[in-house]
T-cell receptor
Framework: RKEVEQDPGPFNVPEGATVAFNCTYS??????FFWYRQDCRKEPKLLMS???SGNEDGRFTAQLNRASQYISLLIRDSKLSDSATYLC?????????FGAGTQVVVTP | DGGITQSPKYLFRKEGQNVTLSCEQN?????MYWYRQDPGQGLRLIYY???????QKGDIAEGYSVSREKKESFPLTVTSAQKNPTAFYLC?????????????FGPGTRLTVT
C-alpha cells in the first residue's frame, strides 16, 4: 500500500462549479500536510499548508480528518486557471511523502 | 528576489556519461533536497542535506551523488550507474515561513539520456 494515495482523476469540472477530492495517508503519526499545485512540465508550487483541522484560502479549502487519515481539497467557483495536478504531501517526522497527484480539468 | 534556481532546464546526455545538475538557493534555508519525478508517479527523494557538509540518502540514492560545500548550493550528479536516469529532477529547500515549516521547489531540470 502506498503511503499517500490520491485518485488520479481527471476530474472534469465546469467553470464556476465546485470540485473536491481526497488524499489518504497510512502513517497515523504524520504531523503536517500540504497541497501543492503542479502545472504540466513545471515544478510543484505550494498551495496550502494544513496543520490543524483545516485551512481556507479564498476559493480553496483544505480539511484534515485524522481519525480517518485523509485530507481533502475543495475548490469553489472553479476558474479555467485552476486546471492543474494537485499533489498531496504528508510530513512524517521531517520526511515528506508525495502522492502521485489528482488532475483537475476546468472546462468553459 | 528570493528563490531556487536550477540549470539547465533541459539536458541531453549519452548513456555512460556522468552529468551534474545545478541547484542554488538564496532563501537562507539550511535544508535542501533532490527529487525525481516520473510520469504518473509521486516525487521520490534521492538525497537531502540538513546542513552544510552533511547529506543523507533518500529512498532512491543508488546511481546518484551529491555535495553540500556551501549553504546555497546542492549539486546532484547522475552517474552512469543509474539505470533509468531519464526523468524530471526537482531541487527543493525548506524553511520556516509564518511559523510553518514549508518546502519550496526550483523549476526543475528535465534530463534525457539516450
Amino acid at each position: 500500500r502506498k503511503e499517500v494515495e490520491q485518485d488520479p482523476g481527471p476530474f472534469n469540472v465546469p467553470e464556476g462549479a465546485t470540485v473536491a477530492f481526497n488524499c489518504t495517508y497510512s502513517n497515523s503519526a504524520s504531523q503536517s500536510f500540504f497541497w501543492y499545485r503542479q502545472d504540466c512540465r513545471k515544478e510543484p508550487k505550494l498551495l496550502m499548508s494544513v496543520y490543524s483541522s483545516g485551512n481556507e484560502d479564498g476559493r480553496f479549502t483544505a480539511q484534515l480528518n485524522r481519525a480517518s487519515q485523509y485530507i481533502s481539497l475543495l475548490i469553489r467557483d472553479s476558474k479555467l486557471s485552476d486546471s492543474a495536478t494537485y499533489l498531496c504531501v504528508v510530513n512524517s517526522w521531517g520526511k515528506l511523502q508525495f502522492g502521485a497527484g489528482t488532475q483537475v480539468v476546468v472546462t468553459p | 528576489d528570493g528563490g531556487i534556481t536550477q540549470s539547465p532546464k533541459y539536458l541531453f546526455r549519452k548513456e555512460g556519461q556522468n552529468v551534474t545538475l545545478s541547484c542554488e538557493q538564496n532563501l537562507n534555508h539550511d535544508a535542501m533536497y533532490w527529487y525525481r519525478q516520473d510520469p504518473g508517479q509521486g516525487l521520490r527523494l534521492i538525497y537531502y542535506s540538513q546542513i552544510v557538509n552533511d547529506f543523507q540518502k533518500g529512498d532512491i540514492a543508488e546511481g546518484y551523488s551529491v555535495s553540500r560545500e556551501k549553504k546555497e548550493s546542492f549539486p546532484l550528479t547522475v552517474t552512469s550507474a543509474q539505470k533509468n536516469p531519464t526523468a524530471f529532477y526537482l531541487c527543493a529547500s525548506s524553511g520556516y515561513r509564518g511559523g510553518y515549516y514549508e518546502q519550496y521547489f526550483g523549476p526543475g531540470t528535465r534530463l534525457t539520456v539516450t
